[in-house]
């Protein structure tokens, strides 16, 4: 096993490589279009940095945010009709002070990353099966239950009359107030109450991922 002075020296060449470089660039705003052909919910695949807004819209659907159109970190949806343009990104102006900071914490990052394992990283990814809508009865709550997975885990449901959020792993659903274990089934998947035995439910795929 390598010593601990064998990892200092490494990680002290990161933490000043950090320090020394440069202020690193902002990306600049990007406008895409993003289309729901035919209906059906789309995903567009594209860096936001958490930022989005819609700058006009195509055919007669209303864009309603977090009805007909959302956004995480990975890219833009769109359903129900929805079409539009969409700005994306974090401004094309430059912050030095906010630069010099990420160049100042950039070694600690690094160091973080070098010390974690792989399993944190397995945990939070979302497989393709899992990623698009889903649909299933919850016998315990007594009400249908709809789902749409985004590629970066972010959760949009609806159960019966009440919209929820939340977010899905690799190994787990996080849906409004339940906390769920996931073992893909099918088309679909089983998602076991955590504090319940009783509470299962079956979603099957209603709607294509991305």
Not at 145 to 164: E, H, K, N, Y
Request: proline letters at 3%.
């Amino acid at each position: 096993m390598p010593s601990l002075t064998t990892w200092r020296r490494p990680m002290a060449g990161l933490i000043c490589a950090g320090l020394v470089l440069g202020p690193l660039p902002v990306r600049a705003d990007e406008t895409i279009r993003c289309e729901s052909r035919g209906f059906r919910y789309n995903y567009c695949r594209i860096d936001t940095g958490n930022r989005v807004s819609l700058v006009r819209t195509h055919g007669f659907a209303n864009c309603r945010e977090g009805s007909s159109w959302g956004y995480d970190r990975s890219g833009v949806w769109v359903d129900r009709g929805c079409s539009g343009d969409f700005r994306v990104g974090r401004g094309g102006s430059h912050d030095r002070n906010v630069a010099a900071g990420v160049a100042a914490v950039a070694g600690i990052a690094i160091i973080a990353a070098l010390a974690s394992n792989n399993k944190g990283k397995q945990e939070g990814e979302v497989p393709s099966w899992a990623v698009g809508s889903f649909s299933g009865y919850d016998d315990f709550e007594r009400t249908q239950v709809q789902l749409t997975i985004l590629p970066g885990g972010s959760v949009d449901g609806r159960a019966g009359d009440s919209s929820f959020t939340g977010s899905f792993t690799a190994a787990r659903l996080d849906a409004g107030r339940h906390r769920f274990r996931v073992e893909r089934s099918g088309n679909g998947f089983l998602a076991q109450d955590e504090t319940n035995a009783g509470h299962r439910v079956l979603f099957q795929r209603s709607g294509s991922g991305y």
